[in-house]
Every structure is written in C-alpha cells, then in structure tokens.
C-alpha cells in the first residue's frame, strides 16, 4: 500500500464509491480504505446457525453492524459497497419541497436532477413492471391491489429499484464490464446477493474506481485524522487482516464517507478526544435523523403474501397530509425477508407466536430470546401469510449524536415526543393495510415494548450549510475550519429526506465531487464522463398525486 497520494476516500457506501470513482477517474491518485471484507469474489454469510459466522462487524469484520444507543437502535452496512451490499435497492428522488427548508443555498430538485439522472444511469434503475423473465410478484400486485381497495390508488408507485432484470441464471458482463446475473426473485437482497443480480456499488463504481487506479483497501478502520505539518492530513488507521496493525497515509484531500453515524463519530473523537480537530463546528452531531424509520409485520393475511419472492422491495404508498399544526408526509414501503428467517419471524404472531404471550423487561432480554430463535432452514407453513412493511418519513431531524464526557462512548439523544406523532401515523397506516389484508398488524418488537425506532437510514450530524454557526460543512461537504476535509455521505444530509435516501446521497455526493475536482485538478468544466449518456430517468415519486389539501387522513383503530 502506498503511504502517500492525492486523496484519501474513507469508507466505500454511497458516497465513498462516488467520490472515489470520480477523483479516478479525473487522473488523482486515490486510495480507499474500507472497514469491511470485500463480497464482489467472496459469498456473503448464509450460516444461520451462528450469527458470529460474517453476520456481525463486531466479529470479524462482518457483513452488519448493530448499534443500541439510549433512544434509538441503528443497523448499517461493512463492506466494499457500503450499505449497498444490503439495501433493498429502493432508488427514489427528495420531492422538491424536502428543499424548502434546511438546506444551503444551491440546492433544489431542478439543481439535482442531472446528478439524479446520472446516479440512475450508473446504477441501471428499473422498476419491478420491467422484470421480463418472471411474473410480477404476488406481495407487489396484492400491495397495488390494497392500495386501489383503500382509496390511496394515486398515492401507490413501483419505485425505481437497482436490480438487474436480465435473464436469471445467466451470467453476463455489465457495461462496466463487471459480471452479473439477471433477478432470481429469492428475496435475499437485505443480506446480500450471491448472484449479484443487485446492481450493488462494487459492480459499477468502484469497479471503474479499480480500474481507473484507485487502491481499494478492505479491513482497514480509519481511526483519526490530524492536519499535517506542511498541509494536507495524516489519516491512520487499523488493518484487520494484519491483527488490527496501526497504518498511517498522507493525502492532499481526505473524503469522509463511512456513514452519517461513523463519520460523525470519527469527527467527535477528533475534536473532543484526540484534540486533532479542535475548530470543528459546534453544530457536529446535530441534525440527526433516524429518516422517520418505522418497521411492522402483518400475520394471518386472507391473500398469501410471500415475502421471500422477489426483491426485498417493490412497490410504496405515500401519505401526505397538512392540518394547520403540522404536516405529516410519509412512504410505507412493503418489504421481504429470506425464507429462513420466516420461522424467527413467527414467534411475533399475535395468534400462535412466543412473544404474544411474554412480558419482557428490557432490551437485552429480547435480544436473548431473538438469538435463542435462530432462523431454521426449513420454511414454516405461516409465512406465506406473513407480510413486512418498513414506513420512512420526514421527522424532524432534531436528534444530536455525541460523546459522553467521561466514557467517550458515542450516543444518539432523540427527541421522542416531537417525533411520536409521525411514528404513530406510520402505525396507523400499517394497521389500515394489515386489516385490508384481512390479518393482524404487529410493530417491531423494539417498538412494540420498549418504543424504541430502529432505523437503517441514518442521516445527518455534519449538516450542510451556508454559514459554520449552523452547519459542519459548507454547501459543497467541504468542512468549515479545515481546507481539503470533506464529508461526501449521509451525514451531510441536513433534513430528514422521508424517502429512501440512497439516490440523494448519491446525487449529492455527485455535485460535491463535480466541484471539488474542477478546484483540484483547475479544470473549470470538468464533469464525469457518463454525464452525456445519462438520460433524463422518471421519478415514479414525482408521478404520485397529492391533492392540495392531502391524501385521506387515516381514522387510527
Ligand atoms: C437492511 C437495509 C436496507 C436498506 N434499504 C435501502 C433502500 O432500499 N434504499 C435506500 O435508499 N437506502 C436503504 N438503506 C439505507 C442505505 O444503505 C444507506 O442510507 C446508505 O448506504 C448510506 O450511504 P453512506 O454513503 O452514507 O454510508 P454507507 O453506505 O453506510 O457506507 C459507509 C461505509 O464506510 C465504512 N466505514 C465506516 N466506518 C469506517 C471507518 N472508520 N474506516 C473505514 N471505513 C469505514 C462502512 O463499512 C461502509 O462501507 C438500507 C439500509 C439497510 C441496513
Ligand atoms: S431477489 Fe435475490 S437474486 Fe434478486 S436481487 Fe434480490 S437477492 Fe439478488
């Protein structure tokens, strides 16, 4: 590995892979450094009877990482690929009045929408209606049908998703010469595709990032990052595959892009433990949002549901509504699981299920029972009727990451009341899609007993801004305070985006490096090669309809 180079990108997600490929391809030398294990040669974990065997990023450097925090539980990708290695491929654009408010000046849906075309060219978006080699999948034409049964037929949308619709079993070569298969529609997508039938960031732009020369580096753990005495800054960090061996780089320009909690985290330790950043806005941690995260299950459906066929997501029904307090905007998404994990799901049965009848008292007593569970091969004959809905929305990003003044531990304060109402709407709608459904809704069990949100779609603590008093950034992800430090990835993002945020990440992380090549390389007009054969993309977002007053408001049970 080289000690010296351009630009350093940390972490290899939505913004990392963009960031990198970019800076690649514009003749810097880049080198990445990665947290996790690398899947594009390597199979993702599928042992179901030891969740030590690459499930967990605490063991190993495997494929997830679990955070529990006081207020708020967080899962997130490791990985070359970031979260994209187990995302359930939702691609959707921020409706234009997520940029009414919070953000700097410079951005609006207008602004953004070339760098949305040209994320969904290199990520070949696609909604389900384009498969060709299947028929549609029972749980996204039933969710089509609940939507017309309920009214809310103008509020339903088959969202863009970034799977390869080609022939299933057939291996062919992308158009960035990486190899791929068509869709299997075995469901698998939230723990990785072993056919690579996901359009994850290692098939595309990392894989142009490599072949441009970046040094892609797995298992290396970036742990500080101090200015260097003649500019630039020194980035050290820990390398796994040598038994957790200090390693240090210097770079021009560092790009932080290991998600919005790591890389706020990072920064937190920079300022307040290791003292190598002390100028950093004291607006670091703040602008959290959960992305109004909110996951729930229906058992006992009329209809079997079946949602271990086709990818983990497919089709969303929007909720908009205004009432002269507040305003209420929300997708509730219908999602799916691995055929293992229907039996560990049942024992949420409000009829038959082991939790229907314990009390349990605290956290760790139901991640015992979780554990004690474990997900069998064989599948169990309820799961057909089973359905998963994850709902996101605009909360009101108000949350505030930072570390304790004597353990150093990093936590999340969450202002619940503020956000309750959201929660329960998104409740409220899932119960109305359960009922129609003819079965029973159950919250997650974090939220059913201890209202805990668990989220997968964390955005903010280093918000964007005109100004340092009110953000960590300036409008490009350049850090205030620190020439050449940027933050290209979702804790940039300084509102709650409501929709799957990936796309925006992306798109954002698109213009920010657009910016800071034509300052580094003095090419005023630079832009990425795939700006001209990428296309203007519909939004099926955009193409919901809200009526001015908003949608039917929902009569909670
Ligand atoms: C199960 C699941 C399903 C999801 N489905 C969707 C979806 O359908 N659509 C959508 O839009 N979003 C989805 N998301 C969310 C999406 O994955 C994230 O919003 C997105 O990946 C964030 O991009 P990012 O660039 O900010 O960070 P990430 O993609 O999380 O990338 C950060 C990278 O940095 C690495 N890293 C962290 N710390 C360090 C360090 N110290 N040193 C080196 N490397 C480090 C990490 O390993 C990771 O690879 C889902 C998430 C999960 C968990
Ligand atoms: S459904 Fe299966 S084959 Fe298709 S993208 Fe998801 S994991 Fe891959």
Redesign the pocket.
Known sequence: MRTNCDAVVIGSGFGGAVAACRLAQAGCSVTVLERGRRYDSNPFPRNWQNPSDGWLWEVRQGLFELKHFSHMMVVQGAGLGGGSLIYANVHLRAPKEVFNHGWPSGYSRPALDPYYDLVGYMLDINQITTAQFRPMPAKSSLMKRMAEAMGRAPQFCFPNIA?DFGEPQKLHTNKFGAQQEG???????DIG?N?H??NTLDLNYLKLANDKGAEIETQCEVTRVTPAAGGGYLVDFLDHRQDRHPGELSANYVFLCAGAVNSTELLLRCRDQYGTLPKLSPRLGCNYSGNGDFLAFAFNTRERFMPSE???ITTGIVYAHKDSNDETWFILEEGGYPKEIGSLLQILNPHKGLLADIELQSKSELTQLLRQNAPSPGAHPDADHSAVFLAMGRDRANGRLSLHPLTRALDIDWNMASNAPLYDAENALVKLVAEKMGGEAVANPFWRLFRLPVTVHNLGGCPLADAPDAGVLDAYGEVFGYPGLFVLDGAAIPVAIGANPSHTIAAVAERNIEAAIRRITNEKTWQAPERSFAKPIDDPLSDVIIPPEGVTPLVAR
Do not use: Q
């Open positions: 799977v869709c299997r529609f075995c469901g698998e997508c595709c056919f039938a996901k086709g990818p983990t």
